[in-house]
């Protein structure tokens, strides 16, 4: 079973930059997706990013592509969400996941492991 940590989370304000943290651990498939997903209070959980771990393929939310970068770092086994010119309404728990190589990165269904989440809080 994949284990997943996530760090990185905080308060900033808006216009402001965060880099959230996913370091994974235990059983991973040996080519993987990674993704981030957040969830606002009172929303339904949405797609943030998601990276194919061998090929280094990216893919973007709506709402955030052009402002998050996602990345890897093979050899930490770990994933990087750069979040720049943040919004309030960024302001969610923000969970890394992982699964399959060739899962649909945007539908979280797919995914087998998830992280405890990490508060990012946008003040205006």
């Known amino acids: 079973q994949v284990q997943l940590v996530e760090s990185g989370g905080g308060l900033v304000q808006a216009g402001g930059s965060l880099r959230l943290s996913c370091a994974a651990s235990?059983?991973?498939?040996?080519?993987?997706?990674m993704g981030w997903f957040r969830q606002a209070p009172g929303k339904e959980h949405e797609f943030v990013a998601a990276?194919?771990?061998?090929?280094?393929?990216?893919y973007y939310g709506a709402s955030v592509k052009g402002r998050f970068t996602i990345a890897r770092d093979n050899a930490e086994n770990t994933v990087y969400l750069q979040m720049n010119s943040l919004k309030p309404e960024d302001t969610a728990v923000y969970y890394c996941?992982?699964?399959?190589?060739?899962?649909?990165?945007?539908?979280?269904?797919?995914?087998?492991?998830w992280g405890q989440g990490t508060q990012v809080t946008v003040s205006s």
């Open positions: 996941g992982h699964g399959p190589a060739y899962i649909s990165p945007s539908n979280r269904d797919f995914y087998d492991g």
């Open positions: 235990g059983r991973t498939f040996s080519s993987y997706t």
């Open positions: 990276i194919r771990w061998s090929a280094g393929n990216t």
